[in-house]
Nanobody, 115 residues
Framework: QMQPEESGGGLVQAGGSLRLSCAAS????????IGWYRQAAGKQRELVAS???????IYADSVKGRSTISRDNAKNTVYLQMNSLKPEDTAVYYC?????????WGQGTQVTVSS
């Protein structure tokens, strides 16, 4: 069983930056596609960014140009660097590791952006 583990959330002022980390073990990390999702209070969970096993990134329009997703296969970790944060980025951020079309979710990390 694989349990991705998120870290790096916190409270930041608008315009600030955070780097989220997702560590995953228990499956061949280089075979995993990793996605970052977020869920704000009262809203549905939405994709923020994802990175394929080969390192190809995809970004939601809402974060494009402000965020960078990357992976360090040696550390079994995917990073989400978020810059120019806005209050509307406030949400619980979840990491999803996909292996053989099975999704493994982390427990989430809270990001709060104050205005």
């Amino acid at each position: 069983q694989m349990q991705p583990e998120e870290s790096g959330g916190g409270l930041v002022q608008a315009g600030g930056s955070l780097r989220l980390s997702c560590a995953a073990s228990g499956r061949p990390f280089t075979s995993l596609a990793i996605g970052w999702y977020r869920q704000a209070a009262g809203k549905q969970r939405e994709l923020v960014a994802s990175i394929s096993s080969r390192g190809s990134p995809i970004y939601a329009d809402s974060v494009k140009g402000r965020s960078t997703i990357s992976r360090d296969n040696a550390k079994n970790t995917v990073y989400l660097q978020m810059n120019s944060l806005k209050p509307e980025d406030t949400a619980v951020y979840y990491c999803d590791a996909r292996w053989l079309n099975i999704d493994y979710w982390g427990q989430g990390t809270q990001v709060t952006v104050s205005s």
